[in-house]
């Protein structure tokens, strides 16, 4: 059984929807990151799921139980959540970490012990009389998170709780609460920018666009099997095509691309229209060799129009005619040194079938995430 | 040395009706910042948290008590207390009660005002984070007054600054009548228009030391560390 789960969830505010959901649940126990641009609706979305914000439209259920409004303290008390900025109050790091014990009205001595060893488990206990806004920000956002999850929520929101530390604070923390979330088996919505963030701790990714969510599912679906163009683009895959399936077979689909012709695993009927997507990673640059391809494999000779240097990996841009554009992909330094890869310099792009992902249209192609 | 004390002795109120009118300027200003304060610190957090329609036209009425002059509360408190007034059964004219209904009046919108820029001035999302503590609607406001204290021991030296030293309404609604209704400010006004100038300053000078002293205890309040 889901721990909550929104159904057809409206938020409405100055007369425009801003939060539309058919359909959300959130599994007992799992890491849920909750990817989207900004004013895509997330934050929006924790203050549903907090109980803290009444939907227009919709139910809320909690473990099956459909939500009464105003939501009961009991219920509220139950979810806990933590912001991009550690919005500490006045007072030590102790007296921070005691708050929500407090208006529980858990007797001092006990709150004391439980405060301290939520500081201890995120390694601040030995700033607990330090007054809480003398703290870096590390140990800030440290006291923050132990202040959340002293309470042992059953919920725990995050509002991109590290967006504003350096990436390797960020990352040691990332790690650290990643364990005590799951060692303490707490469901957990998670809030960032950061792709990369999302991948190492979820176990699903949800993509929120304009108050929609565009799809929910398991990493590697989210990333290689985008459910819309939208997601495809948002999830940086580099490359969707627009094209027809001309002619599948049991195990492949050939998608007419302007006057190129594409192999791809996903299996649709023919004469679908498609959106075809490769990841800039999946697309191997060589050198030109001329020939057939194997069967299934795409190969498609072109030249360099541009390189950019991203540090560890450069981007190139190939023109190999399709009408869409330069095919994007991301090549090693080494490769790119090997190559000698400038502009105007001839290169063959290959990928496999199983690399290309075909997203049966709809609406407009020019659908983007903005 | 003491023929300048003495001749000073001279020239005040005798000490025990001066320990009167201090006591009283202190008992009824006192009375009065505390109901302000009362009233004015959940209406200023209500008016900063939330938004409804109307918002903007209670805010403009605060910001314009805040200036209100005090002779013109003192007439619509007299209107209002006066035998045909709608609260003459009362019968409060020329009673302390008065005073302290009119000193209310002038400080509550100060109290109001200041407290709605303290919340107002505290990032938006406390109010958020402290809900997500699991905070009920009352120990929200107990939470942001503790945050924003230190603005609001400033609402309270407004405030208690503002009424002390007041002088036109008291003078309307209490009259002024010795061992009854008179307060410091409107007995520097009787001695000065009898010509009693070294009294008054005396007073004067009572009233700035007063002023001075509460005023010192509520920066004390408001400077000191926290422990």
Known sequence: MSLVALRGVEVVRDGKTILSLDGLALREGELLALLGPTGAGKSTLLRVLHLLDRPAAGVIEWRGVPVAWPAPIDLRRRIAMAFQDPLLFSGTTLENVLYGLSVRGVPRGAAREKAEEALRLLRVDHLSHRRARTLSGGEAQRTALARALVLRPELLLLDEPFAALDAPIRRHLLEELTQVVKAHGITCVYVTHEQGEAFSVADRIAVLRRGQLLQAGAPEDVLLRPASRAVARFMQTGNVLAGVVSRRTEALSEVVVGERLLFSRTVLAKGTPVDACVRREEILVEPPAGGAPAPGLNRFPGAVESVVDHGATLHVRIDAGFPAGPLQALVTRRVAHDLALRPGHPVEATFSASSVHLIPREGSPDDDLS | ?227
Do not use: C
């Not at chain 2, 003459?88 to 302290?100: I, N, S």
């Not at chain 2, 406001?141 to 609402?155: F, G, I, N």
């Not at chain 2, 509460?214 to 400077?223: D, S, Y």
């Open chain 2, 1 to 227: 040395m003491t023929g300048v004390l003495a001749s000073l002795g001279a020239l005040l109120p005798a000490p025990g009706e001066l320990l009167g009118i201090v006591l009283l300027s202190l008992v009824v200003s006192g009375v009065a910042i505390v109901i302000s304060m009362l009233v004015g610190v959940p209406v200023g957090i209500f008016l900063g948290l939330h938004r409804f329609p109307g918002r903007a036209f209670l805010v403009t009425l605060v910001n314009t008590g805040m200036g209100l002059p005090p002779v013109v509360v003192g007439l619509g408190v007299f209107l209002l207390l006066a035998r045909s007034g709608p609260l003459g059964g009362l019968d409060l004219l020329y009673t302390p009660g008065a005073m302290v209904l009119a000193q209310v009046v002038i400080a509550t919108p100060l109290v109001v005002g200041i407290t709605l820029a303290a919340i107002q001035g505290l990032d938006e999302r406390l109010h958020l984070q402290i809900l997500s503590l699991g905070a009920s609607r009352t120990q929200l406001y107990l939470k942001l007054v503790k945050e924003a204290r230190l603005s609001l021991v400033a609402a309270l030296a407004a405030g208690f600054g503002s009424i002390i030293s007041e002088v036109g309404a008291v003078m309307m609604v209490g009259g002024n009548i010795r061992g009854q209704t008179r307060v410091m400010t409107t007995a520097i006004v009787l001695e000065t228009r009898q010509g009693e100038f070294a009294s008054a300053i005396v007073l004067g000078v009572v009233l700035l030391a007063l002023a001075l002293g509460i005023n010192w205890l509520f920066t004390w309040v408001q400077q000191r560390k926290p422990a």
